[in-house]
């Protein structure tokens, strides 16, 4: 296994590079990411108490279905970690060992390791591109992801990566990926509710004690409009296991999930970020969750009837021939 070494410092973005980036790719993946990273457990809810243990137990288990392989693995990669929210959980589940962090954003694997520690243990992570991951062939049990391919410019390329870094028999598993279709009604729903929810907390009555000051206003419309950099792809289930199945995995199935639960998730989340920080409370997190939860059973009923594409989150997983 290679050495890893230590990541960078957070990269300082100047007003020439964030010009640059909108030119370069990876360098935006950078700016965007590490800008996102002091902030990011917040703007999506993120953390590693049980809520979220279970959360990413629940999406790893029902990506990999009926598998029964035996837990924990013993070594796993997580690319595009962020936070460390998935590959982190999963330890903390049960499911994961010794887990490796990488992401092409120093900021974020400074903040997973700095998560890890909070948590009492340690995690090796490196600033690595997922189409170039800087460890040898054969060397993991397991390769995870959350939300990272989309961000990926050549995802075939990632699958061939994964497939070369894992052991023979081995397996990855990649969650939270945005649909075609599902990616075209969040987008609009979130865009309405931003509008909705800024003009209505902006009217005197609110203003004071709901309204984010505009400051953090504009901060969060640059974020969005390199955010719109960065997300590169959406994905048609069937066409995401072709992809999978010609890098060479074998035993490739996806897995969607999130359609009322994204129609209510996604005007959630964006209310969440355009009022002022702390007003809303532990009482409306539970409330979401619980309804996000309770959406998400009648979602796994509707699966049987409606198409997959119509769905928001597709998972992936496949093994590595032996």
């Not at 959980?89 to 962090?101: I, M, P, T, Y």
């Not at 060397?139 to 052991?167: N, Q, S, W």
């Not at 023979?168 to 598993?173: A, K, S, T």
């Not at 509707?302 to 769905?311: C, G, Y």
């Amino acid at each position: 296994m290679a050495v890893p070494a230590d990541p960078p410092p957070v990269v300082d973005a100047t007003a020439e590079m964030v010009a640059a980036a909108y030119e370069d790719n990876k360098l935006a993946q950078v700016l965007y990411h590490d800008w996102e990273a002091q902030t990011y457990d917040d703007k999506w809810s993120i953390s590693f108490d049980e809520r979220c243990v279970e959360y990413a137990r629940d999406r790893f288990e029902a990506i990999v279905g009926d598998v029964h392989e035996p837990l924990p693995y013993a070594t796993a990669l997580e690319l595009g970690a962020g936070t460390g929210f998935f590959s982190l959980n999963l330890k903390q589940a049960g499911v994961l060992d010794e887990v490796h962090v990488t992401d092409l954003s120093p900021g974020m694997v400074e903040a997973a390791k700095a998560n890890a520690e909070a948590l009492g243990f340690t995690v090796q992570g490196r600033v690595a591109d997922a189409e170039r991951i800087p460890y040898d062939d054969n060397t993991f049990d397991v390769v995870v992801g959350h939300a990272v391919i989309h961000h990926i410019p050549d995802v075939e390329a990632a699958f061939r990566e994964m497939l070369r870094v894992l052991k023979p028999g081995g397996r990855f598993v990649v969650a939270g990926e945005p649909t075609t279709i599902g990616d075209w009604y969040a987008r609009r729903l979130g865009q309405l509710t931003w509008k909705a929810t800024t003009a209505i907390t902006h009217l005197p009555p609110l203003r004071d004690t709901w309204a984010r000051d505009r400051e953090a206003l504009d901060e969060s419309s640059r974020a969005a409009a390199l955010e719109a950099v960065v997300d590169l792809h959406t994905f048609d289930p069937a066409d995401l296991a072709a992809m999978a199945q010609r890098a060479g995995a074998v035993d490739v199935r996806t897995r969607t999930e999130e359609l009322t639960a994204a129609f209510l998730g996604w005007p959630i989340r964006t209310f969440e970020a355009a009022v002022k920080p702390g007003v809303l409370g532990w009482g409306w997190a539970m409330f979401a969750y619980g309804s996000w939860k309770r959406l998400s059973a009648v979602d796994r009923l509707l699966a049987r009837a409606v198409p997959a594409r119509f769905f928001y989150n597709v998972g992936i997983t496949g093994v590595k021939p032996s």
